[in-house]
């Protein structure tokens, strides 16, 4: 069966990550189509503007999109591309996987193996009502959590968890101080985990939390929490694997899904085809799972997971010397192809 997805190149080594991609993907699934749209600088030098509606209006078409980094240019007053293209879009669950790959700069070579799931589009982190008084000496802004946003993310959590066979999901909050908002989201998910009987359920407090990720990631299994905590969580847990060029990350909606790498455009190094794909292979795996070839997807990632132990053609920040487009070769050599 053929389908098609909305292609974002994206900005720095956005297109040669993206084409690195494409490559494993054609091995994977060759009925996808690719209907190539622009955004960020690219899509501003193209048509002036960093988030074209051609390309809101194709993906609403596709209903899923393929993303590489995108560079908000600094000042202007255009907020965050990827917050631009949640709201648009109502994605309101943020999914970050996080697992151990051998030879990686990581202090568990083999424990991890988490997701955090993240509400993306309410709470402090979206900015709403920021403000500075007039003698710039005070800033606020609100921080708004509703019952709608806080039972569809932990719902989200508890069906993913049953869905992939997990048994636990972790509710991370600080209800003990901020006893509006985060007692609200609290409350909310505990009325929601008495309908999954068949998951566990505890409760840590976000400091704690990230206490105990450190000290034992291996107790964790799927982690639910607000958009800011989630924002530093999931980096957190990056880092426990090795950072961000292992870390892939899917936008869910109702309607609509975007998968990415999370990291940045690193224009330091575009051009010079030594740029690791792997977060945006990964995020590639998450996509195929979303689009029912769930066998493909693990294809995938043992792909990735035997070429890392093998140090075959890795690139530099994996500790070798090898090339994007010689990563790529060397993933879809044991793709069989």
Not at 8 to 25: F, H, K, Q, S, W
Not at 172 to 188: E, M, Y
Not at 278 to 301: F, K, N, V, Y
Request: glycine share 10%; proline share 4%.
């Amino acid at each position: 069966m053929t389908t098609t997805i909305a292609v974002i190149r994206g900005d720095g080594i956005g297109p040669e990550i993206m084409d690195a991609t494409l490559r494993v993907l054609d091995v994977l699934h060759p009925g996808l189509q690719y209907d190539f749209v622009q955004a960020g600088v690219a899509a501003q030098e193209a048509c002036g503007e960093l988030l074209p509606q051609a390309t809101l209006d194709a993906i609403a078409r596709h209903r899923v999109a393929l993303k590489s980094p995108l560079t908000t240019p600094v000042g202007g007053g255009f907020s965050s591309i990827n917050v631009q293209l949640r709201k648009h879009f109502d994605l309101y669950a943020n999914v970050r996987p996080a697992v151990s790959f051998p030879n990686t700069r990581s202090r568990f070579a083999e424990s991890v193996d988490l997701l955090t799931v993240r509400e993306n589009t309410e709470g402090a982190y979206i900015g709403e009502g920021q403000q500075t008084s007039d003698d710039g000496a005070t800033a606020t802004l609100i921080q708004k959590v509703t019952r709608k946003g806080s039972e569809r993310i932990v719902r989200y959590a508890f069906d993913i968890a049953r869905r992939t066979g997990r048994k636990k999901v972790t509710v991370v909050h600080k209800a003990n101080i901020l006893k509006s908002t985060s007692g609200l989201f609290l409350k909310v998910a505990r009325e929601v985990a008495a309908e999954y009987p068949d998951i566990a359920c505890n409760e840590l407090i976000i400091d704690n939390c990230c206490m105990q990720l450190v000290m034992r990631p291996e107790q964790f299994d799927v982690l639910v929490t607000t958009n800011l905590f989630g924002d530093i969580i999931s980096d957190l847990c990056a880092g426990l694997v090795g950072g961000l060029g292992l870390a892939p990350g899917a936008n869910i909606g109702t309607d609509v899904a975007i998968f990415e790498a999370v990291h940045g455009s690193a224009p330091d190094i575009a051009g010079q085809g030594i740029a690791n794909p792997c977060a945006l292979l990964l995020g590639a795996g998450q996509m195929l799972d979303h689009l029912g070839q769930p066998e493909a997807a693990t294809r995938l990632r043992r792909a990735i997971h035997d070429t890392l132990e093998a140090r075959d053609r890795t690139t530099p920040d994996l500790g070798g010397s090898g090339t994007t487009a010689g990563f790529a070769d060397a993933i879809i050599s044991r793709l069989g192809a």
